[in-house]
């Protein structure tokens, strides 16, 4: 069945440090895939997407590129702040075979000042 | 308007008691859903309605019951809770059901006492 897998976390970094969290899948057809974001007491946001192998999501600094052949969406930046400490969860949609709408575990990250 | 509005933000309900949820958005979106998540875990799908009607339900026990009275609104009617279902409630909706980004209210936190 379909799933998503994340590095498990927490992830500490101090500020201006690079992040990667790593995300990869398995899914039956052609999902697409998303990053959001979940900072404390909230629901969750958007933060990036991509609907097709190649394509690049990119917003506020972060990055992640659909790779099919390696089946990962690993989200990246180049320079983490104390404002980016949040939870992060990939997931993916599909709709090719019955509709599916599955959230990775989340990774939090905190980043010191 | 790109807001997805959910009240109460905060319930606190007996086992014998019976209350709704609510959620609401004027994005003119078609796909609105509801989650449950469950304290340092990732949304798990629970309902989700395309153009008003109930398109998946995922094996959700019959004390939770969704309704969808028009295309802007979405109940959740509780009823003979467990404590096991205290949780964040989450609704979310999309411009459709075909693999877009999903927008989330903040939630509502349930305790079942």
């Known amino acids: 069945g379909d799933s998503v897998t994340q590095m498990e976390g927490p992830v500490t970094l101090s500020e201006e440090a690079f992040l990667t969290i790593n995300c990869t899948y398995t899914?039956?057809?052609?999902?697409?895939l998303f990053w959001y974001v979940q900072y404390p007491g909230e629901g969750l946001q958007l933060l990036l997407k991509a609907t097709k192998a190649d394509d690049k999501g990119s917003n506020k600094g972060f990055e992640a590129t659909y790779r099919k052949e390696t089946t990962s969406f690993h989200l990246e930046k180049g320079s983490v702040q104390v404002s980016d400490s949040a939870v992060y969860f990939c997931?993916?949609?599909?709709?090719?075979?019955?509709?599916?709408?599955?959230f990775g575990a989340g990774t939090r990250l905190f980043v010191k000042a | 308007d790109t807001e997805v509005t959910q009240t109460p933000k905060h319930l606190v309900m007996g086992m014998t008691n019976k209350k709704s949820l609510k959620c609401e958005q004027h994005m003119g979106h078609r796909a609105m859903y509801w989650y449950k998540q469950k304290a340092k875990k990732p949304p798990e799908l629970m309902f989700v309605y395309s153009y008003e009607k109930l398109s998946i339900n995922e094996s959700v026990p019959s004390r939770f019951s969704p309704e969808c009275p028009n295309s802007s609104l979405l109940n959740l009617h509780l009823h003979a809770l467990q404590p096991e279902d205290s949780a964040l409630y989450l609704c979310?909706?999309?411009?459709?059901?075909?693999?877009?980004?999903?927008?989330f209210g903040p939630g509502t936190r349930l305790t079942v006492l």
């Open positions: 899914a039956t057809g052609y999902p697409s």
């Open positions: 997931a993916l949609t599909r709709n090719t075979g019955g509709f599916k709408t599955i």
């Open positions: 979310a909706s999309s411009h459709d059901r075909l693999g877009n980004e999903q927008f």
